[in-house]
């Protein structure tokens, strides 16, 4: 089997639909799911609960991912991300009057 990860020189990476940080999203999620897996499996928890674990937490990861691909585009969950953090509104306590005053030569305001 052979597949197309890149469609052209300056486009983003696409997998099965999914665009750049998705593709990261959905890999990190595949292997936490697939270390969890192995770790409740070692502690000694019954093979099918860990089956129906890995099958269920993959699927959601998988569902999550397509959606936010759909819902944010290519670029949009990063620009999510830094509208969180900026700040909603400024605050600035400084007198208007500041504005009106004309500068002498030195570079001080009068008062």
């Known amino acids: ?3 197309n990860v890149n469609k052209g ?3 983003s990476v696409e997998f099965k639909g999914l665009k750049s940080q998705y593709l990261f999203i959905f890999a990190g999620g595949l292997l936490s799911v ?3 897996f192995v770790i409740i499996y070692m502690i000694g928890i019954d093979q099918w609960i860990c089956i129906g674990f890995g099958v269920i ?3 959601v990861l998988v569902w999550f991912t397509f959606r936010l691909n759909a819902q944010y585009g290519e670029h949009g969950l990063m620009k999510l991300m830094s509208k ?3 700040p909603r509104y400024l ?3 400084r007198n208007s009057r500041r504005f ?3 500068p ?3 570079g001080v305001a009068y008062a």
């Open 9 to 11: 020189i300056g486009k």
């Open 57 to 59: 937490a993959a699927s």
């Open 91 to 93: 605050i600035n306590r």
């Open 84 to 86: 969180r953090q900026h």
């Open 1 to 3: 089997m052979e597949y």
């Open 34 to 36: 697939f270390v969890v």
């Open 100 to 102: 009106f005053r004309v």
């Open 104 to 106: 002498n030569r030195k």
